[in-house]
């Protein structure tokens, strides 16, 4: 039985903008939860929000020890969830970060952060993906242009827009260190992308994302409408943003290195299925196929 495609990706040879399906949220502005009817509003608006003091200093202290525990960890051995930058082999990404790491799984639950999801999302929630992105000083490159529903949708068989990333800075964020750049309003446009997904994509994507990027004309169109703005979130608050807002970020080469932790929030109504574009799904530490049990509050 051929699986019907709503958001039809990396087919043809001409690129696509189609009209986004579902509600941004899902149980409107008035649903019960942490965030305000105004910060709802603006999430809907805009396609992502900046959410103040979710983390105290000390948290963010203790994130750091154990960040820097991680990455002595992964030195001197590969490790598939350890991601090196393409040029310099520094490490880039860590994934399944809420399964490797007590500290970070009891982050992963933190109710000022799940419940967040809950609300905007109006479902039970699990994580899709977890992971820390390394920009490391001179070397941390780009991460290009791209919505993450897209691949999501099309390597991972995400069926809907119903998934939110918390992004929780762990470094300063600065104009000039590489900040998470986001296109207002450009979640409400699913861009259909050209190219065909090769074999094991995310080998080469997660250190070097080619494949599911938007072309220049579109992405100027969704420039164009919306702009582009560089929140300069700090360590202890957080960015959230829907699972289709086009986002990208430049690489870094100052001396700064900035390192942030994303949780992908994706609602157990929206389970993954198969992939939509045919290709094998891709492995357990990019994208959560064994537990998409929702997240229960008081394993925190």
């Known amino acids: 039985m051929t699986q019907h495609d709503p958001y039809p990706s990396r087919r043809d040879n001409r690129p696509a903008v189609l009209e986004r399906r579902e509600p941004v949220l899902?149980?409107?502005?008035?649903?019960?939860?942490?965030?305000?009817?105004?910060?709802?509003e603006r999430f809907e608006r805009d396609g992502f929000l900046v959410v103040e003091n979710v983390l105290t200093e000390?948290?963010?202290?203790?994130?750091?020890?154990?960040?820097?525990?991680?990455?002595?960890?992964?030195?001197?051995?590969?490790?598939?969830?350890a991601i090196a930058e393409p040029e310099s082999g520094e490490l880039r990404s860590v994934f399944m970060v809420h399964q490797i790491n007590q500290a970070y799984r009891r982050l992963a639950h933190?109710?000022?952060?799940?419940?967040v999801a809950r609300q905007i999302l109006a479902d039970e929630v699990y994580i899709h993906q977890s992971r820390i992105n390394l920009k490391p000083g001179f070397k941390g490159k780009e991460f290009y242009w791209h919505s993450d529903f897209e691949t999501w949708h099309v390597e991972?068989?995400?069926?809907?827009?119903?998934?939110?990333?918390?992004?929780?800075?762990?470094?300063e964020n600065t104009h000039y260190?590489?900040?998470?750049?986001?296109?207002?309003?450009?979640?409400?446009?699913?861009?259909?992308c050209i190219g065909e997904t090769p074999e094991d994509n995310y080998k080469r994507s997660l250190r070097k994302q080619e494949t599911g990027t938007p072309d220049n004309e579109t992405l100027k169109a969704l420039v164009d409408a919306?702009?582009?703005?560089?929140?300069?979130?700090?360590?202890?608050?957080?960015?959230?943003?829907?699972?289709?807002?086009?986002?990208?970020?430049?690489?870094?080469?100052?001396?700064?290195?900035?390192?942030?932790?994303f949780?992908?929030?994706?609602?157990v109504s929206n389970q993954v299925t198969s992939p939509f574009g045919g290709r094998r799904p891709r492995p357990e530490f990019v994208a959560t196929r064994e537990t998409m049990s929702p997240l229960d509050p008081r394993s925190r």
């Open 26 to 40: 899902h149980a409107g502005a008035d649903a019960a939860g942490p965030l305000s009817r105004d910060q709802l």
């Open 58 to 81: 000390g948290e963010v202290a203790a994130l750091i020890d154990e960040l820097e525990l991680l990455r002595a960890s992964f030195e001197g051995r590969e490790d598939p969830v």
């Open 110 to 115: 933190h109710p000022n952060i799940m419940d």
């Open 156 to 171: 991972d068989g995400m069926p809907a827009m119903r998934a939110v990333s918390a992004t929780l800075p762990l470094t």
């Open 177 to 192: 260190n590489g900040p998470l750049m986001l296109v207002p309003g450009s979640h409400r446009r699913f861009v259909s």
């Open 226 to 261: 919306g702009g582009i703005e560089a929140p300069l979130v700090q360590p202890g608050s957080m960015l959230l943003f829907d699972c289709n807002t086009m986002h990208g970020s430049a690489s870094n080469i100052t001396p700064f290195p900035r390192s942030n932790v």
């Open 263 to 267: 949780f992908v929030y994706n609602a």
